[in-house]
């Protein structure tokens, strides 16, 4: 998602105006949309049409064991999830109209979890959780509904969980990135610590936002909540990605104002 | 600048995840800037280098009279100058990277005047005036700065001149696309008058955003006055332009839910 700056000229009546055309590259910046346990992609396909207005590729997509899966929902498990969304990472990274360095990941709940740990495996410029969910590390490879049978989950979710423990949370302490966190105010599904566990984790983040969504549940039930949810992550996409690509321009404008200057000329020149 | 939305297929694990992508189609939206007079084409780049944060192609360039013309300062019309914007348009339009019907032009002061005409003869979806100035119709071929040995033409910047009076508001009122017109507050050389004049000119565009600069000269000497005019033009830049772009992938998200509906399947499948 670079920014090509170039002299230009201009012909009009037999002169040649001098100008400067400011121009990305064709890689744009990409948004990878994660839903959470017992959703669709089509939950993600509102934020996704917004974001896609920043002048990015988006994708959704459904994980296995939802929607028209062949693996039940209640045999499918993290680990299955969890190459779900690096393949669809890979996939789209592959795109030859993605920037592979500028990818965004947007997830939600057991998503968010999923993604945290995606990290540690693939380059996300761009991470944005809301309400990421939070499961102990053993029994990897048991369906993700069995994980519920254990009686100390609601604890372990109320618990301070240092960054070592986790297997997410450690993805979050190693991430470098930007990150964004939104927490429901009124979850009783992922509680307040789960949330504070995964900010605390983000130790080495280039830059970190928390954001809590005042009065809303787990599941955003309430249109409102959606509509806070929704101007809450465009508002930060729009502060990254359009930050990005204007740093870039910045830089590359200065590049040639310097070569102009070198060149011996007051100012750009067509050649 | 539109948006096109495709079912895809993401492959993991001999099954098929169904999925949708959003991507911009390659025609990006772009922007001509055009400066004022006395100006050159710098003091445009740092507005354009964050305007391409936005993803859209910029050009600023310098009109005939300024720099390194061939026609001095002192003999240059308002006929060449506005055939000088027609050429920055109609070469900016060509480029196969840019959607010709999503052109912005942002003009200050003389360039401003002459933008404002450029809108009767060339398709401009979004218009930035900054102190528009305001010249009598009369002796077009002049030079420019013999119109200012009128000793009438104070006074005519402080008078009510009905649109249909004046070539540039005539203009101004058969434009039908987006307006932003942005005010200095002490600005002496274009008084308060011309902005009223442009403002009521605008009867049937789409949307008008008008702003006072608080503060500020015409030149905005004061480097705060700059940056709070850059922040008012890249703010409503990104309104226009995110905006449109997002409604595009609205409008195209809506037609492929009701084409996955019409094909009797609960959710979009690859194909």
Same mark, same amino acid.
């Given at each position: 998602?670079?920014?090509? *700056? /170039?002299? *230009?000229?201009i /012909?009009v009546?037999?002169e $040649?105006l001098g100008?400067t055309?400011?121009?990305p590259t !064709?890689?744009?910046p990409?948004i990878?949309?994660v839903?959470?346990w017992?959703? /669709?992609?089509?939950h /993600?396909?509102a934020?996704a049409?917004?974001?896609a207005?920043?002048?990015c &590729?988006?994708v $959704?997509?459904?994980? !296995?064991?939802?929607v028209h899966s062949?693996v039940?929902?209640?045999r499918?498990?993290?680990a299955?999830n969890?190459?779900?969304i690096?393949?669809?990472y890979?996939?789209l =990274?592959?795109?030859?109209s &993605?920037?592979?360095s500028s990818? @965004?990941v947007?997830?939600?709940?057991y998503?968010?979890?999923?993604?945290?740990?995606?990290t540690?495996?693939r380059d996300?410029r761009?991470? @944005? #959780?809301?309400s990421? =969910?939070?499961? %102990?590390?053993?029994?990897w490879?048991?369906?993700k509904?069995?994980?519920?049978?254990?009686?100390?989950l609601?604890?372990?979710?109320r618990?301070r969980?240092a960054a070592?423990?986790?297997?997410a #949370?450690?993805?979050?302490?190693?991430?470098?990135g930007?990150v #964004? *966190?939104v927490?429901?105010?009124n979850d009783t599904?992922v509680?307040?610590?789960?949330?504070e566990?995964?900010l605390?984790?983000f &130790?080495?983040a280039?830059s970190?936002t @928390?954001?809590v969504?005042a009065?809303?549940?787990?599941a955003?039930?309430? %249109?409102?909540a959606?509509?806070?949810?929704?101007?809450?992550?465009?508002?930060?996409?729009t502060?990254m990605?359009?930050?990005a !690509?204007g740093s870039? =321009?910045?830089?590359n &404008?200065?590049?040639?104002k310097a070569?102009?200057? =070198?060149?011996g000329?007051?100012a750009? !020149?067509?050649?």
């Amino acid at each position: 998602m670079d920014v090509r *700056v /170039d002299t *230009v000229g201009i /012909d009009v009546d037999g002169e $040649t105006l001098g100008g400067t055309m400011l121009a990305p590259t !064709r890689e744009l910046p990409a948004i990878l949309f994660v839903h959470g346990w017992g959703g /669709d992609q089509r939950h /993600d396909l509102a934020r996704a049409r917004e974001a896609a207005g920043l002048g990015c &590729v988006c994708v $959704t997509f459904d994980l !296995r064991g939802h929607v028209h899966s062949k693996v039940p929902r209640e045999r499918v498990t993290r680990a299955q999830n969890l190459a779900d969304i690096v393949a669809a990472y890979d996939w789209l =990274a592959e795109r030859p109209s &993605v920037d592979a360095s500028s990818i @965004a990941v947007v997830a939600i709940s057991y998503g968010g979890y999923l993604a945290s740990i995606l990290t540690s495996l693939r380059d996300v410029r761009w991470l @944005a #959780l809301r309400s990421p =969910a939070l499961y %102990k590390d053993e029994a990897w490879d048991l369906p993700k509904l069995q994980l519920h049978a254990d009686p100390d989950l609601p604890a372990y979710r109320r618990r301070r969980i240092a960054a070592g423990e986790n297997r997410a #949370l450690r993805a979050c302490a190693a991430y470098r990135g930007d990150v #964004l *966190v939104v927490e429901a105010e009124n979850d009783t599904i992922v509680p307040h610590a789960v949330t504070e566990n995964y900010l605390a984790a983000f &130790v080495a983040a280039r830059s970190r936002t @928390a954001r809590v969504l005042a009065g809303a549940d787990h599941a955003l039930s309430e %249109k409102s909540a959606q509509k806070d949810y929704s101007s809450v992550l465009i508002s930060w996409l729009t502060e990254m990605i359009v930050g990005a !690509r204007g740093s870039a =321009a910045k830089r590359n &404008v200065d590049l040639h104002k310097a070569a102009v200057r =070198a060149a011996g000329e007051g100012a750009p !020149r067509p050649h």
